[in-house]
């Protein structure tokens, strides 16, 4: 239930190849999330899979069964849109009961199911309300509602969360990882910000151009990034990448280092440099530090609060055993 | 418009305009009722003196009245039923992407520039006429016998005509309300399973009823007053007299400038019913 393979799929719109041959897995139940900064085609592969756009050419299977050619209602799949894409004109209970509705169900089937649904998602109190009327978690929550009362055999969330505040999204983000252990179907997610495909994902796929750049689980993402643009990507703040003689001592081109795995002191140090901004977030502190005689800025993460204030000097030790290191082509050595 | 002082000139400023449009509603609309309480015939006498409401009685009492607010009724009704659907049909189509869309748009509302009368005429003499009108030759190309349009079908003729007119309004008041119409929404339904139709039934249309209602209202007041297209057509002859055409008959055909100002009444009074009805339905589909 819920397998989706992905077989040499492309797509092209006129001479732009948005996305060249890829080939994807994606086992039944598992959380995937495809990141990547805007416009990396991650959208545009989601909406290849929902069947709102036709494939170039390649294959797409779900449940062992080519769905290349089927119409999106067809698939099995249901979709949560970035604007969530309520009907304005219809109460909470008619939206979500819409592809019941559609689907020609009896009437009690449907009751039953969007009781069910809205149990679920703490919409009971706000069922005859218009989407016009409910904040934005709450109409997220109605589009959730709306994709699961079809039982789909996979997830579709289209950056689901980017609309809204910073507080509620960690809210949200909680409630569909949740979601997703109860019913155990399989999720598609597509977002851009790596703090949500690193907190939700069983399996992140990273794109860049419309190229898989690594699959993987978030700790292999980051514990070993296959290159330099993953290593960069993942992992907040930014890796530090250092070129030139600190890399080829190591015989490397490039070498990267986590600002969380860099020892810092005010007396003695294998680099030392002078600080620049300091961002204060309570439990870390994060340093820039200038100067350092490595190329650019170096951030690095200190635990608690720290004194150090711009200007002061301040000596760094990367830790030996947690330096990435790089080819010419930037690729994992 | 915060102060005090802001709010005062701004009155001063806007009164000429204010007096300007009272004065131009309100001289003609006491005139009428003047002449309306008064036997006036201007080649016959001349003003005849007070005669209360015995013009409303006869107004009413003539066997041309019902008639006539039957046939306004059924030209409004027609037209609007047509401008709505066709303006709703070609507005989805013309929203699809295509070659030469601005040139199309700007063909669809042409017509809309064209004068009543000059469209009236071509309509009547280019189409409708029954020995060499287009449609004639489309009817006798099928080996039907051309229709009289003006005498045997006046009603409908005088409907085609008006909706060729209004059609182009409608479109594009309807045109714009789709181009707004969130895609998120029809993929979602797509997704969801509605079909074509039902994706048009559910999503668009309720969509669009705004919209319509605009057309609605604003049509229907400008409908309510159509005379220029029956005037060069049937000359309201073959049960095509419209409230409004009625009037101008008994103003200047019958010379009877009080019967006629009754009725001027009575129309406004019925443009009113029937201004209250529509904005208490746009209230209402205006709100939410």
Redesign the interface.
Known sequence: MGQIILNQVRKTFGDVEVIPPLDLTINDGEFCVFVGPSGCGKSTLLRLIAGLEDVTSGDISIDGQSATELPPAKRGLAMVFQSYALYPHMSVRKNIAFPLRMAGLPKDEIEKRVTNAASVLNLTDYLDRRPGQLSGGQRQRVAIGRAIVREPAAFLFDEPLSNLDAALRVGMRLEISELHKRLSTTMIYVTHDQVEAMTMADKIVVLRAGNIEQVGSPLELYKAPRNTFVAGFIGSPKMNFIQGEQASALGADTIGIRPEHIDVSDTQGQWSGRVGVSEHLGSDTFIHVHDTGLGDTITVRAAGEVDFKHGDTIHLTPRADQIHKFDAQGLRI | MATQHSRTAARIMMAPAVTLLLGWMLVPLIMTLYFSFKKYLPLRGGDLGWVGFDNYVRFVSSSAFWPSVTATLIIVGGVLLITICFGVLLAILLDQPMWGQGIVRILIIAPFFVMPTVSSLVWKNMFMDPNYGLLSYLWEFFGAEPIQWMSQAALPSIIIIVSWQWLPFATLILLTAIQSL?S??L?????????TL?RFW??IL??L?RAITVVLLIQTIFLLSIFAEIFVTTGGAFGSKTLSYLIFQRVLESQNVGLGSAGGVYAIILANIVAIFLMRIVGKNLD?
């Open positions: 969130d998120e929404q993929e979602a339904s797509e997704m969801d399973g509605a079909s039902r559910h999503i309720p969509h009823s939410n």
